[in-house]
């Protein structure tokens, strides 16, 4: 089983992602047994047959999708994961950010994709609680290094709602 990050530790992940291959469509493709976080696709295209596996539900996001298509589902996922298809594509920051504040998302908000530890305390910032290395990158240099980069941040953010000034004066 493989490690993520999980609140500031390393966890075993109960998880599997499913992705489309090639030539599969959100109709065709074979639901998995088990924990499955699911593609939004496949979650719009097979909801009811998804939640009558009687397994938790998640689903994924990916760069592009609008959170605001799941926000109606909040109420019965138990994680939402967020693809971030490469190191420079930073709309996974936004969808965490909306998810949190707009949508008031509580649950497991978990990074897929490429996912390297220096972007970990700003994910972490923005709302995720949940880091799914790259494969073949050190969970436990991640772990001993990503998270306490700075010892202040001066902006408000999920993680920290007033700003450093506000925090000065209380």
């Given at each position: 089983?493989?490690?993520?990050?999980?609140?500031?530790?390393?966890?075993?992940?109960?998880?599997?992602?499913?992705a489309?291959n090639?030539g599969?469509?959100?109709?065709?493709?074979?639901l998995?047994?088990?924990?499955?976080?699911?593609?939004?696709s496949?979650?719009k295209?097979?909801k009811?047959?998804?939640?009558?596996?009687?397994?938790?539900?998640?689903?994924w996001?990916?760069?592009?999708?609008?959170?605001a298509?799941?926000?109606?589902?909040?109420?019965?996922?138990?994680?939402?994961?967020?693809?971030?298809?490469?190191f420079?594509?930073?709309?996974?920051?936004?969808?965490?950010?909306?998810?949190?504040?707009?949508?008031?998302?509580?649950g497991?908000?978990?990074?897929?994709?490429?996912?390297?530890?220096?972007q970990?305390?700003?994910?972490?910032?923005?709302?995720?609680?949940s880091?799914?290395?790259?494969?073949?990158?050190?969970?436990e240099h991640?772990l001993?290094?990503?998270?306490?980069?700075?010892?202040?941040?001066?902006?408000?953010?999920?993680?920290?709602?007033?700003p450093?000034?506000?925090?000065?004066?209380?």
């Amino acid at each position: 089983m493989t490690q993520i990050i999980q609140h500031r530790n390393a966890v075993e992940d109960r998880w599997q992602v499913l992705a489309l291959n090639e030539g599969e469509t959100p109709d065709s493709v074979a639901l998995p047994p088990g924990d499955v976080i699911f593609p939004l696709s496949v979650w719009k295209t097979r909801k009811a047959e998804i939640a009558d596996r009687g397994q938790a539900l998640a689903v994924w996001l990916d760069s592009a999708d609008d959170p605001a298509e799941i926000a109606a589902d909040l109420g019965v996922l138990s994680l939402i994961a967020v693809n971030f298809p490469k190191f420079a594509d930073g709309r996974g920051y936004s969808t965490a950010r909306l998810l949190r504040s707009r949508y008031g998302w509580h649950g497991e908000l978990r990074a897929i994709g490429d996912v390297l530890h220096d972007q970990l305390f700003y994910m972490k910032r923005c709302g995720f609680d949940s880091f799914a290395l790259k494969e073949g990158k050190n969970l436990e240099h991640a772990l001993a290094n990503a998270f306490d980069t700075w010892s202040e941040s001066y902006q408000a953010a999920v993680d920290q709602k007033l700003p450093l000034f506000r925090r000065r004066d209380a």
